[in-house]
């Protein structure tokens, strides 16, 4: 234990004994289910008081990263991650910076999806999806879709590549694509690129490769490139 830590001083002293019980469980690579070592043990090879020993381990509770079990003390868990970024996906509370950059990641995101989609896509899903482009109206002036389109059309997208995570981050990301869209943050793009449409990528994902329908849907999001460089 000792060869693991080393003195630790008194500044931010519980931040210091947090960030080394992080250490710790990389080191060991502890798994779900794994014990981490008793108050007691964790205070004498760190030089602390097991009250700041409790309050780190209190913050590793809050975060989801240990919780405590009959006969088995402290043990490892598996964190609700979006869980905690929920709570700060907040688009009132982020910088301009932020927002934009997370805008960003939405781009990347749905260009690079395209493997997960031919990988898990059915005719069941392509009749879905044309369902939905059927009612869609004309792209116009100032913007290319209308907003409850566009938020269906690509969040089929997710749902099909079955991808778990993929799709609980969509989630909570629409509230900020809702809001960047609606703000002032990206000025409205005057006479807009010609763009893949919805009805394209779909016939994309019908009949062709995986590289045409990046392609395509890195055409279909140009406006939105555009809008993030100006």
Known sequence: MNEVF???DNQSLVDRVEASLIDLLHQRKLKVGDSIPKEVELAAALGV???????????????GLIDSKKKKGAV???????????????PHILSEDTLKEIFEIRLVLEIGMADLLFLHVTPEDIKELKQIIKNEPASTKNQMFEASYEIAFHGKLYEISQNATL??????LLPIFDYVEKSSLFKPITGTKKFVSHKRLVAILEKGTPEEFRNGMRSHLENHFVRLNR
């Open 6 to 8: 080393g003195t630790i």
């Open 49 to 63: 008081s097991r009250t700041v020993i409790r309050e780190a381990l209190m913050r590793l509770r809050m975060v």
């Open 76 to 90: 490892i868990t598996s964190p609700d991650i979006f869980g905690n970024l929920a709570k700060s996906l907040n």
């Open 167 to 172: 799709i609980k981050f969509q989630s909570l």
